[in-house]
């Protein structure tokens, strides 16, 4: 299934009101967007752009009064761009000190997945 084609304001409009929802789980208005995201266009001009946005399905409003939510589809897009990004290549020691960490967790999977957690954690410096 091919989703309908954004611009890129839409898309930056889109991306504004996933991540407001997702924090809130309030319908998001096109005043709050303007004030806390700071785009260079008008209430007036993000209303009318989700508007457009909801035509094509990505987003839908509960009542007259109410901001928007995102549909299923707009979280199939948001989901899809994020998997665009290019992964991000280990230099070559250490994916060999990754190779030899997981060869030496042994045949039980418990041991392959705890080596490969403190691997990643020490490659990310994350806990």
Known sequence: MSLPALNDRERRILEAVIQSYVETAEPTGSRSLARR??????PATIR?????????GYLYHPHTSAGRVPTDMAYRM?????????????PLPDQDDLMERLAAGGSAIENILRCAAQSLGLLTQEL
């Open 37 to 42: 995201f700071g785009f260079d266009v008008s």
């Open 48 to 56: 009318n752009t989700m508007s457009d946005l909801e035509e094509k």
């Open 78 to 90: 948001y989901v899809d761009s994020l998997m665009r990004l290019a992964p991000v290549a280990l």
